[in-house]
């Protein structure tokens, strides 16, 4: 019985666009990574590479080696910018990688959001507590600042970000 195809409700999407989704959701479900490097559009590449790094992850944390890690972490934070705030990535989906998120992104030559995080981690309570319980107006707009530059994105297109350092440390993301 053949798989159902959960883009047939998008009649704004054209049969090609379909297949194309149904392609990478195929590279997803059989964790294709060398296959996502022949992707011709960055955001394609990050996206599906993203995908295959979260099953890795939701599978065992401790499966990911650096490299991976280091795109993981950076591709999720995006994605807390852009849904809903850094905050949620750096306190609620990940916080025990809290000392990680700045490396990472200086390991992909996002610097300057690098350094936005930094500055957002070093508001954020000590003890781990969550931020809006001892968090003032100052704190609570300076938070909303770093956010908003966090996702103006200084450093440039994540995704060519992503792709240039998945392309120097191949070997290690196909592992």
């Not at 997803?28 to 960055?42: A, C």
């Not at 750096?90 to 959001?113: D, G, M, T, Y």
Request: with cysteine; glycine share 2%.
């Amino acid at each position: 019985m053949p798989k159902e195809n959960k883009y047939d409700g998008l009649n704004w999407l054209s049969e090609e666009g379909k297949s194309h989704l149904i392609y990478l959701d195929s590279l997803v479900d059989n964790n294709n990574i060398e296959e996502v490097f022949t992707l011709k559009e960055n955001s394609d590449f990050s996206t599906t590479l993203h995908q295959i790094l979260t099953k890795k992850y939701d599978k065992d944390p401790k499966s990911l080696n650096e490299a991976q890690l280091n795109l993981f972490l950076c591709m999720h934070l995006e994605n807390s910018g852009q849904s809903c705030s850094i905050l949620s990535c750096l306190q609620e989906w990940f916080p025990q990688q809290l000392n990680k998120f700045v490396n990472s992104l200086r390991e992909i030559n996002a610097f300057k959001c690098a350094d936005i995080i930094e500055k957002a981690i070093n508001i954020l309570p000590k003890d781990g507590s969550w931020f809006f319980e001892s968090s003032d107006q100052n704190s609570e707009e300076m938070m909303a600042k770093f956010d908003s530059e966090f996702s103006d994105y200084p450093d440039g297109n994540m995704n060519d970000l992503y792709r240039k350092y998945a392309e120097t440390y191949k070997a290690k993301i196909l592992r």
